[in-house]
């Protein structure tokens, strides 16, 4: 969920009930008091209209699991600010008959707790909107500790697979260090058995030729 779409509504909300309570109050006024308070609720609704917009375009940015609940939500939002709109208009509307005030007169206790009726439950939604979008943010933030928790756990773990890559890279580093001092090693000992079968060799040549000589001398003789 988007803390930004959630700051635009929570905002919308607060500003949905205020002006219910204007309009609710702008009814029970007249002449320019009423006037007024009519202009400060329609000046209210094209902040409201401005937040919406604002939401749309931050819902149509996200990930389309998330902009679907988000349309969702702001066509409900939309709806109650047409009704709202409405009700400004049948309040400023002075195009009523002399019977039609009349019944308005006689009714009016009733209209007053019918509207008082709305304005709880417009509230009551209002409130439950909040404390649901508090709840979001609640669940988003502990989302968000979890994330941060498993990527520090994600890091350590790589950290440990370096440091375990590393001590095997020496390993192999003095591996072929010790092969390379065999290969010496034999080399040289391979060398050595060369050398010395050619003194062997050589003596063995030098013995033969003296025991030849021996004999050639004693038979000389």
């Known amino acids: 969920m988007s803390e930004v779409f959630e700051g ?3 905002q919308y909300c607060e500003l ?3 002006l219910s309570k204007k309009c609710t109050a702008a009814g029970a006024l007249t002449g320019e008091q009423k006037k007024q308070k009519l202009s400060d609720v329609r000046a209210g609704v ?5 937040l919406i917009r604002k939401m749309d375009l931050e819902a149509r940015s996200l990930q389309p699991n998330v902009k679907a609940v988000l349309l969702a939500k702001l066509r409900e939002y939309k709806s109650d600010l047409n009704n709202l709109k409405s009700e400004v208009k049948r309040i400023a509307s002075g195009n009523l008959n002399a019977a039609a005030r009349d019944e308005l007169l006689e009714s009016g206790m009733a209209d007053t707790l019918t509207a008082s009726a709305d304005q709880r439950s417009r509230l009551m939604m209002t409130t439950e909107r909040l404390n649901q979008s508090s709840d979001r943010i609640k669940d988003s933030r502990r989302t968000m500790l979890e994330t941060e ?24 580093h003095g591996v072929d260090d010790n092969i390379g001092k065999s290969k010496k090693i034999l080399t040289a000992i391979s060398r050595r058995m060369s050398r010395n079968k050619w003194i062997i060799g050589t003596i063995i040549a030098i013995l033969i030729i003296a025991i030849a000589l021996v004999l050639y001398f004693k038979l000389a003789k």
């Open 16 to 18: 949905s009930a205020n």
């Open 149 to 172: 928790e498993l990527g520090v756990s994600i890091l350590q773990d790589l950290h440990s697979q370096r440091q375990a890559l590393l001590h095997a890279n020496n390993t192999l």
């Open 8 to 10: 635009y509504e929570r």
């Open 46 to 50: 094209e902040d409201a209209e401005a």
